[in-house]
């Protein structure tokens, strides 16, 4: 192993480390307790270290929406796989979105409600970003109709996934009805 593979392997190791006690620490306290100050001292390493990885907050947070991305996907792929038939398969992939959600708020909010400097639906978008969406449209596309857009479909399906997890989160939906509003989702993109 040359001393640049092994220095560009510890480098990757850091910022595996700094992204790991962000999210970490954001689940525990919020995102208002993450601060360089207090990631530097979680991890052991000095501030310039984590400014040398990451230009501030902004940028670890979305470092860690970009893994959180990675998880959703990973968690909607084995929901996926494991349903039979079309409509078992929307209604593993909303469980398990809106499970995600209510399971990691921090991690929820730094994927999709924080502002983070991360490029959604272009062609710039990081792979995780593509790959959790690519794991619902893989839902949604058999259910679309003749001369619907899937990937419209999908924002669609997306977005009422997000709306009801946020609301309910927020308490403004009530969550003994949050199994009867998800049917009612997949009915309506299942058809009926």
């Given at each position: 192993m040359?001393?640049?593979?092994?220095?560009?392997?510890?480098?990757?190791?850091?910022?595996?480390?700094?992204?790991?006690?962000?999210?970490?620490?954001?689940?525990?306290?919020?995102?208002?307790?993450?601060t360089t100050r207090r990631l530097a001292a979680e991890i052991d390493y000095s501030q310039p270290v984590l400014?040398?990885?990451?230009?501030?907050?902004?940028?670890?947070?979305?470092?860690?929406?970009?893994?959180?991305?990675a998880d959703l996907a990973t968690e909607l792929r084995a929901a996926r796989s494991a349903a039979r038939g079309t409509r078992e398969a929307l209604a593993a992939a909303a469980e398990t979105y809106t499970s995600f959600a209510r399971r990691r708020p921090a991690l929820y909010d730094a994927m999709f409600t924080h502002l983070v400097d991360l490029p959604f639906a272009t062609q710039e978008a990081p792979a995780p970003l593509e790959d959790a969406f690519g794991e619902l449209l893989a839902v949604?596309?058999?259910?679309?109709?003749?001369?619907?857009?899937?990937?419209?479909?999908?924002?669609?399906?997306?977005?009422?996934?997000?709306?009801?997890?946020?609301?309910?989160?927020?308490?403004?939906?009530?969550e003994h009805r949050h199994e009867r509003r998800l049917a009612l989702l997949v009915a309506y993109f299942a058809g009926g």
């Open positions: 040359t001393i640049q593979t092994r220095r560009e392997r510890e480098r990757a190791e850091r910022e595996r480390l700094i992204v790991a006690a962000a999210k970490e620490l954001a689940e525990a306290e919020g995102w208002g307790a993450v400014y040398s990885h990451f230009e501030g907050k902004d940028a670890i947070m979305a470092a860690v929406a970009v893994q959180g991305c949604v596309d058999p259910v679309a109709a003749d001369g619907e857009e899937p990937g419209l479909l999908t924002e669609t399906f997306w977005a009422g996934l997000h709306g009801l997890a946020t609301l309910m989160r927020s308490g403004r939906l009530p």
